[in-house]
């Protein structure tokens, strides 16, 4: 055992309460076999950005906003190429159909709830025309998505506004994310725990290109959860279908799949559907009433759509179809990472309708070493 090791493992026998606000890395729990990036973050693609706006006021507003910015110029004149995968269609993902055409995306990418999709599309398209060049632009197609957080959040107040939107973009940045009841996770509910903003990434190796992936997730889903491979709703006797037949583990979930490989809508597509992957090994069901989508984008600056050009051709070199086996282990990977994140930096919260008390991490630790030993 290295000394670093050894240092943590001590700190950790000897102070379990500190499990407080760690992320599974820091606790030694190792997913997949990939490294992840400096920051552990969908930040970790160049150029990339993320703000969060926090709505908390008196017992029942639970709720806000979370942005991604692909790159930081104008996103209208220099669209990203993108793709959208929809897993279980019970959402509201506004701005899909667009995507799904095109293959690109034109404005950055809003988290919030349910009810505030309308308000948080409208802000965007402020946001849009506000910049520089987009002045007498006649279409903006905003991306959107959400999920419900009824439960602790008095969602049909629709307390966001469009100023908050827009301070969540504003308050974009790159380095380290927040997570856990931040932004668009500040109300959500996850294996009947709190849920909320998590994100991880991988890096390949140099051999397979030395690109990073990204990804950033809201859950709000149900399911058996498992922590990379321990079946720990199943421990703690917490988990879809036990006690309870009518129980839904209904929710959804936004996954936000970013990457630096030179991929078009086509293989973006192909990537996204990964992701799913890496939800099912934390034992997500994606049930009736979950809305679970993927958007995965690339920033890689040679494949930047332009919103006009001189050229009536778009010529592009992208990654070969047998070189995109290793983004999608990260993908998976990532994904995985980033939802345990967002349960394991998750803190109780009481709200509207009551109490979601936090993953129980004290618990969860040592049901995962006695499976790991």
């Not at 948080?120 to 520089?132: C, E, F, P, R, V």
């Not at 974009?172 to 668009?184: L, Y």
């Not at 939800?279 to 690339?298: C, H």
Request: proline share 3%.
């Amino acid at each position: 055992m290295t000394s670093l090791k050894f240092l943590k493992f001590l700190v950790f026998a000897c102070f379990p309460l500190s499990l407080a606000g760690q992320r599974v890395s820091d606790l030694g729990i190792r997913v997949g076999v990939l490294s992840a990036g400096k920051h552990n973050a969908i930040t970790d693609v160049p150029g990339l950005k993320v703000g969060h706006k926090t709505l908390v006021e008196g017992e029942r507003v639970r709720t806000g906003v979370t942005a991604i910015l692909p790159h930081s110029g104008n996103l209208f004149q220099e669209k990203v190429p993108a793709a959208i995968y929809v897993a279980n269609g019970f959402g509201k993902l506004t701005g899909i159909s667009q995507v799904q055409e095109l293959g690109n995306l034109e404005t950055p990418i809003v988290l919030t709830n349910t009810m505030s999709v309308p308000v948080a599309a409208d802000a965007l398209i402020d946001y849009t025309l506000s910049q520089k060049g987009n002045e007498k632009v006649k279409s903006v197609n905003f991306l959107v998505g959400e999920t419900n957080d009824g439960y602790l959040n008095d969602i049909a107040t629709r307390t966001v506004t469009k100023a908050h939107v827009l301070e969540a973009l504003a308050a974009a940045k790159d380095g380290p994310v927040q997570e856990g009841n931040v932004g668009a996770g500040t109300g959500t509910v996850c294996f009947g725990w709190k849920g909320g903003i998590g994100t991880a990434s991988r890096v390949l190796p140099k051999k397979s290109g030395g690109y990073t992936v990204g990804v950033l997730v809201q859950s709000n889903y149900g399911g058996v959860l498992e922590v990379n491979g321990v079946p720990v709703g199943q421990e703690l006797g917490k988990h879809f279908l036990h006690d309870q037949l009518n129980d839904p583990a209904d929710g959804s979930c936004m996954m936000v799949v970013a990457t630096d490989a030179p991929l078009t809508s086509r293989n973006l597509e192909r990537l996204a559907k990964r992701a799913m992957l890496g939800l099912a090994k934390t034992g997500g069901i994606a049930s009736n009433g979950s809305g679970d989508y993927v958007i995965a984008f690339s920033t890689a600056t040679e494949l930047r759509v332009a919103h006009s050009s001189t050229s009536s051709r778009y010529e592009v070199a992208e990654l070969r179809n047998d070189d995109v086996s290793p983004l999608f282990l990260a993908v998976i990977e990532a994904t995985e990472e980033a939802l345990l994140n967002s349960l394991f930096k998750a803190e109780t919260v009481k709200g509207a309708s009551g109490t979601v008390e936090a993953l129980p991490k004290e618990k969860v630790m040592e049901i995962y070493r006695r499976y790991r030993k």
